[in-house]
């Protein structure tokens, strides 16, 4: 995986619907290229899938993420554990047992219960729990019809199905499922991502952990990282409850250029406190919101 793959990546993290056209515009490299690379990376198992997920399934429902080293001799069986409870989205497993755990609530009042079985499970002693902020998930979107359900659960495990594949399963014409799924992107009811695999690769994905100085804002950050990073930085998050903390991800071929990117910032004198882990591998999970949508979504066969 090269500069210009990880690139792609982040384009079709930010948007897995964008199509391979526009990926060679913004790209400025031939449509047979960027064909070929992202066949490679789905080939490769970089990238595991292509999803679509409606937003705000729940008035009261929450992102969260904690974070901190889990003491479990058998780490992986403990993961998979975990993640049948069915509000684990997505585990990292970092070097020297660190682990992050994105949960999705379906109410906030769940977090308490939420947090006990991630500490118990993972035998977690010291952790940190935050809950996300997403500013591309609006606060308060239109209810879902029952066709765009059925368009949500048919292209939940793959974004790029065609409109007319779609159509035909869910018997309607392919200019309704544009129209319909161009209307919920349009209003903030679905995003549309990868899951995606670095570890599978030679590179690199580190996640570090940046507590800002007093006068330092978040977005001044992020904006810097942006500049003076590209394209080492991958994605960051944001929590509602640590005004003066961020998550981010970066990017390198090798431990060094990751110690180099860390002294960089360590030196840019933002930080109070920069630490660094090392992502071993991704695990991805269903929810209770995945099978909310694959329920509502279901198509009644005629008797």
Same mark, same amino acid.
């Given at each position: ?31 047979? *290229?960027?064909? &070929?690379?992202?066949?490679? %990376?789905?080939?490769? !198992?970089? /990238? ?7 937003? =705000? ?16 001799? *058998?780490?992986? &069986?403990?993961?998979?554990? %975990?993640?049948?409870? !069915?509000? /684990? ?7 020297? =047992? ?206």
């Amino acid at each position: 995986m090269d500069e210009i793959d990880l690139i792609i990546i982040k384009e079709l993290w930010a948007n897995s619907r964008i199509t391979i056209r526009e990926l060679s515009d913004n790209l400025d490299i031939s449509v047979n *290229s960027v064909h &070929k690379r992202v066949n490679n %990376l789905v080939e490769e !198992g970089i /990238i595991e899938s292509f999803i679509l997920v409606p937003v =705000n399934l729940h008035p009261a429902s929450a992102w969260v993420l904690i974070f901190g080293k889990s003491n479990s001799p *058998s780490l992986e &069986k403990a993961i998979h554990k %975990l993640g049948k409870k !069915g509000n /684990i989205n997505k585990v990292v497993s970092c070097l020297d =047992n660190w682990v992050m755990i994105n949960g999705h609530l379906r109410k906030i009042s769940d977090l308490n219960n939420f947090t006990e079985d991630v500490v118990r499970e993972l035998a977690i002693e010291d952790y940190t729990f935050g809950i996300l902020t997403d500013g591309e998930m609006k606060d308060e979107t239109p209810p879902l019809s029952k066709l765009d359900y059925q368009i949500c659960n048919s292209m939940a495990n793959n974004s790029r199905k065609s409109m007319s594949d779609v159509a035909k399963e869910l018997s309607v014409t392919p200019k309704t499922v544009k129209r319909r799924l161009a209307k919920m992107e349009e209003e903030g009811s679905v995003y549309a991502r990868i899951q995606w695999q670095p570890a599978v690769g030679s590179e690199i994905i580190s996640y570090m952990y940046l507590t800002l100085k007093p006068g330092i804002t978040r977005q001044e950050v992020i904006t810097d990282l942006s500049n003076d990073f590209t394209p080492h930085f991958i994605q960051h998050y944001e929590f509602s409850n640590l005004p003066d903390f961020l998550l981010v991800a970066i990017w390198g071929k090798t431990l060094r250029q990751i110690n180099d990117l860390q002294h960089d910032l360590k030196e840019s004198g933002k930080f109070k406190k920069v630490t660094t882990n090392v992502q071993y591998k991704a695990y991805h999970f269903d929810t209770w919101a995945h099978e909310y949508v694959r329920k509502m979504g279901e198509i009644k066969k005629s008797q």
